[in-house]
Each structure stands twice: as C-alpha cells, then as structure tokens.
C-alpha cells in the first residue's frame, strides 16, 4: 500500500533558541521530507487551523497499514526522550506525580499604605465534588498573601477578582479596590509576576490538593531566547504589557516544549535507523508534528481551571479565535496520567 499523502508543513514548535539554527555540519530541524519546526509565535498565529487540519490529517495517516502501530511506538520514544531532558522540572510531592499547578498573576497593592502583592485570581474553588469540597483560603502573613486549602460545606472567602461587569480587584490584605487600569499600567511597565496558588496532586478518586511549600525554586527560560517576535493572537493580551508569545508560556513550558520539539525532530533519523521504509518516516513524523501543535496548546498559560459540580479539569481556551487576559491559570504536568486529554498522551491518542 502506498504510503500517506505529502502536507507541506505539519510543525512540532519550537521556541527560537541558537539549536534551532544549526551550523552547516549540523543536522537541521527540517527532515528530508520537507517537514519544519514552527517557532512559537508562527505555531499561535495558527493554532485553530492547524488543529482542524492535524486531526483530519492523522485520521488519514492511521488507515495507512502498519503505521498506527508504528506511530505509537515512536510516540512513546518521544514522550521519554523529553522526560529524560526535563524530569528535573517535575518534582514529586510525597512521593506521588503533581498533576497540575494553579497560577495567578500578581501585582502590587496600589494602597501605598500596604503594597502586598495580590494574586488576581476569579474563584477560589478548586473543587466542588459533594464528597470532596476543595477551596482556597488567602492569609495574608509576613507582607505576603499565601495560600491554605479549605474543606467542606462552608462558604469559602471570596476570590480577589469581583463578582459583575467590569473587571475589578480587592487587595485581600487593606480591602482597596482597583480596576484593570492599574493592572494594565504595571504590566506595561513589566510589574506583574506568578504566583502558586496551590498543586494537584494525583487523580480521580485520590486526587488532592495542596497548597504551594515552597518546594521548587525558580526556573529560568533557556538562554538565546527570542524576545522579538511580536504577539499577534489578540490586543487583550497585549494590553497588559504581553508583546511577546514567549509570555504565553510559563519557563518549565518552554523547556517542555522544546525538548518534545527536539525529539520529534530525531525520528526521521529514527526511523532510518530502524530499517523503515520512507513512507514511515514521513507519516510518523507528519502525524506527531501535528499532534506537538496540540500539546501546544495545551501547555501555555491559556488553559483555565474549570470547577463543575462533579469533577474539575483543565480547559484550554486556544480553541477559540479571540484570547482574553487570564488573570489565573493551570499549568498541566504533560507526562501526568490524570489528564490524558492534555498530556503528552496526545502523541498517541490524538
């Protein structure tokens, strides 16, 4: 049986960093059969298309015979050259995987009496299971605001983020409200920071949630990292100071990425070495490429914690063509098995 139609095109991103422009005795991100490795800011101008397209694109690659099975075997190898780069990244928490991490942006009372600095977030439910009531509890402590996990059928303190029309904050230590002027005006001047808000640890019936220890110290984005590219996805963003799409991405996200981008850039290599027809190289390739945009999607700062009555998950928002500013997020452990759906799991279930 022949092998699978050519698409000119189908990208794993990658950030732009001085590997990804090889010297001439060095092997280029682009296989020999045409496939390239989008930077980020290419790979978000064009995520819902691309999505459409990968999923019409690797249901015909999988009716291709032999290769399904193929496929799965090199996602595997994939998925474990990237954790052998960035396992590091992933601490443990009582010996058991961080399945998600619930971030907020911050930034600085305006009260000149206080200036603590306010996590902006919009609920402070982490679940809502009747057998498994889950919220946040904000302290304010030492000129800091940290968080506790609350249990049970209480009614939890409100979220910093108000209840109504327009966007506004109150700052959990002094009660000063401020809208998002402030908020816009400190992020233009490169003011907001993150804050952990609490970890998943775990799924299903043993999921639990904890609130930040200060377990891990900070990451640092890889160096050579392009900061030019401007962010063209929507002006919502951008008026908060966010001119690049490297500010979609926390750090760990990047060096995440980038190591999956480096993996499935190998497997034409791979697959030679296996003794493989072509025909596999190109459509194993193709196939995970397509199915590295939609890990992309996944691993930004544009995927929200979504409370339902009966269970909680992480829901992206780049299925839609207009992006809002996302005052608090989740950031997904891509080699967890809680959420299959927005993991690395993607490179074989997609």
Known sequence: ?????????????????????????????????????LHVSDQLTETVTALRESQRYIAQLTTTEGLKDVTEWYAERVRSAAWAKVSHLYPKVDDTNVSASLWARTVACPCQGCGIRIPLYTSPWLSKRPQDLRWLRPVVTGGRVEFEVGEGNKFPPPATKLEGGRPRFACPGCGTVFATDYVRTEGRAGRLGLQLLAEVIGGGKDRRYVPDAGRRGAISMPEGMNYEAPLTLDRGSRMYGMASPLELYTARQVHTLNAFADAVAQIPTWVQEDGRSEAHAAGVTAALSLCHRKLAQRCSTQMRWRVFDRYSRPEPTFGHPVQPMMWDFVEINPFSEPFPAASSRLLITA
Do not use: F, I, K, W
């Open 1 to 37: 049986m022949g092998g699978p139609q050519r698409v000119p095109g189908p990208a794993a991103s990658r950030v732009d960093h001085p590997s990804s422009r090889c010297p001439e005795n060095a092997r280029p991100l682009t296989h020999p059969h045409g496939y390239r490795v």
